[in-house]
């Protein structure tokens, strides 16, 4: 099915390091959301973007809607180790109806 | 109040059984969707439901169904297993549609051998 661009697949971090994350999608998006998802659990919502520029912080996280409407970034800023897992971005398309589209996820791993 | 609740976590089935799968939404959520998560598919869409009616579908093959009851309790069922469905199967719970802050359960694994 449709999914979104999600990069990177993976990244090795050392605490305290700064973290960067994104989605590209081909069709416009009205809605972007940011999950976290640790292992053997279901994802869980950090971060949801409405308007095309928004910018929204949640703690040491920061996401943005792009202004075209086909991308967002999630930031984490700081990063402890209990940051790691996977990180979801999902967005909503105009046309559709709450069927959410996911990218493949982005394994964070971070060195002590 | 009340997260989402998926039951069982984690079912060991074998190949050509059928299983069944719930989902209690939050409380006063009416809309609930399914996905199938895999290490080489991610998230995949199934299907949504909202005041007991599939609103959108997932392209899955037939052996995957589901329904929702006016309580907005949702069961998805799978016949015939196969091993390429073992799986995670996630429930997210909406309060309608066209809110589209999505939570999801903790998951039931599913795993056919």
């Known amino acids: 099915g449709q999914q979104l661009n999600q990069s990177p697949q993976s990244m090795f971090i050392q605490e305290g390091e700064d973290v960067s994350m994104n989605c590209t999608s081909s069709s416009i998006f009205n809605t972007w959301l940011w999950y976290k998802q640790d292992p053997g659990e279901g994802p869980v919502l950090l971060i949801a973007?409405?308007?095309?520029?928004e910018l929204t912080s949640n703690g040491r996280l920061t996401a943005q809607f792009g202004i075209t409407r086909k991308d967002s970034f999630l930031n984490i800023s700081a990063s402890i180790p209990s940051d790691v897992g996977i990180y979801f971005c999902?967005?909503?398309?105009?046309?559709?109806?709450?069927?959410?589209?996911f990218g493949q996820g982005t394994r964070l791993t971070i060195n002590p | 109040k009340a997260g989402v609740t998926q039951t069982p976590r984690y079912l060991i089935k074998t190949r050509g059984q059928q299983v069944t799968l719930s989902c209690s939404p939050i409380?006063?959520?009416?809309?609930v969707s399914w996905y199938q998560q895999t290490p080489g598919q991610g998230l995949q869409f199934l299907f949504e439901y909202f005041s007991e009616t599939q609103r959108n579908k997932g392209n899955f093959p037939g052996r995957f169904s589901g329904r929702q009851f006016s309580n907005s309790r949702s069961e998805m069922n799978v016949s015939t297993l196969e091993l390429g469905d073992s799986a995670l199967y996630l429930c997210a719970s909406v309060g309608v549609p066209g809110n589209t802050e999505a939570f999801f359960g903790q998951g039931t694994r599913l795993t056919v051998v």
């Open positions: 999902a967005g909503r398309n105009i046309q559709g109806a709450q069927k959410l589209v």
């Open positions: 409380s006063g959520h009416r809309s």
């Open positions: 973007l409405y308007k095309a520029g």
